[in-house]
């Protein structure tokens, strides 16, 4: 179970982000993307943050490609919008529970 703390810094951290993707990033690369979760590690230190793309699989490796470009300048904005003791290391990591989801709900359909 994950500790409160570290569940409110990681929905804290995940909704900053998606606003510093939809305000202040330029990069064509990045696309369109949903960031869909960010695990904390225990010392708030570093952070794994998953995204969606609805596209295909080198649309989805363009926009890691720009997050992970954009790493430092989101890392700079979070530490100062959220005055966090330390601003978490970010690693971002395709989600790809939406594409499974409708490709097993493809498969149940066919079922029927």
């Not at 990045?30 to 943050?49: E, F, H, N």
């Not at 790493?71 to 919008?81: D, H, M, S, T, Y």
Request: net charge positive; glycine share 6%; proline share 4%.
């Amino acid at each position: 179970m994950i500790p409160k703390r570290l569940s409110r810094v990681g929905e804290t951290v995940r909704a900053e982000i998606s606003e510093m993707i939809l305000r202040d990033l330029k990069d064509p690369r990045i696309g369109l993307v949903t960031i869909t979760d960010v695990l904390m590690s225990p010392d708030l230190r570093q952070a794994k943050v998953f995204f969606s793309r609805i596209g295909t699989k080198e649309e989805s490796e363009e926009s890691l490609v720009g997050l992970t470009k954009a790493a430092g300048f989101i890392r700079r904005e979070l530490g100062r919008r959220l005055r966090l003791k330390f601003a978490p290391e970010l690693r971002f990591l395709h989600d790809d529970s939406l594409e499974t989801g409708a490709r097993i709900s493809d498969l149940l359909r066919d079922i029927e």
